[in-house]
């Protein structure tokens, strides 16, 4: 589930070494699922452990997870590196913005989670988002746009060049195309 090099399980143990016995490190999502989810890691004492925890079991500790956070954790990697401006700890989920889904997963779930995991992060940069409205039986993915995308001028050139491309792509012979079913009118939340 949660990945740590060898380099960042020699810190951490170095680390709880000067903790009281017992204690381990904690690694977590604040606000899994959504856009202004953020992953942490903190010191975590034998009491503050909960019984529905997970307890993954590294060189000389134990990371703990809580049950909100697993999913979302899924594929997480925790790095120490090293270099000419100092030591820095790493921590990425990809996962952590949106729950991961599983590889036979209906075509649809699949989709969106492609969207929000990859498209809708850069489409946020100017206020916008898209989600699928439905899967048509010729394979086309119906998409509404929403936020600054609602009426935006180049649209048309992000639903054509950058999400059918990449949709299309990704899941090659499943699916045909994408289609917008968003009404454009523009207005003060339209992005020019």
């Known amino acids: 589930m949660i990945k740590i090099s060898e380099t960042a399980q020699a810190h951490f143990s170095k680390l709880l070494e000067k903790q009281a016995a017992g204690t381990n490190i904690r690694v977590f999502v604040v606000n899994p699922g959504t856009v202004s989810a953020e992953c942490g890691v903190s010191y975590c004492p034998a009491d503050a452990v909960e019984s529905t925890d997970i307890q993954l079991s590294f ?4 990371a703990i997870v809580d049950a909100e956070s697993k999913p979302f954790l899924v594929d997480a990697e925790i790095d ?4 000419q401006m100092g030591s820095q700890l790493t921590l990425k989920a990809p996962n952590a913005k949106v729950r991961k889904v599983d590889n036979d ?21 100017h206020g916008g988002r898209v989600s699928v409205v439905e899967l048509t039986n010729d394979g086309v993915a119906v998409l509404q746009f ?10 048309d050139l992000t639903l054509k060049e950058g999400i059918e491309k990449e949709l299309l792509n990704r899941f090659s012979g499943e699916l045909n195309g994408v289609r917008d079913v968003t009404d454009h009118q523009r207005g003060e939340h339209s992005y020019y």
Request: aromatic fraction near 10%; hydrophobic fraction near 35%; charge should be negative.
């Open 59 to 62: 060189n000389g500790f134990f």
């Open 80 to 83: 120490f590196v090293t270099d």
């Open 105 to 125: 997963a209906p075509l649809k779930e699949r989709v969106q989670y492609v969207i929000d995991a990859e498209i809708n992060p850069q489409l946020a940069n």
């Open 146 to 155: 929403g936020g600054g995308c609602n009426g935006c001028s180049q649209v």
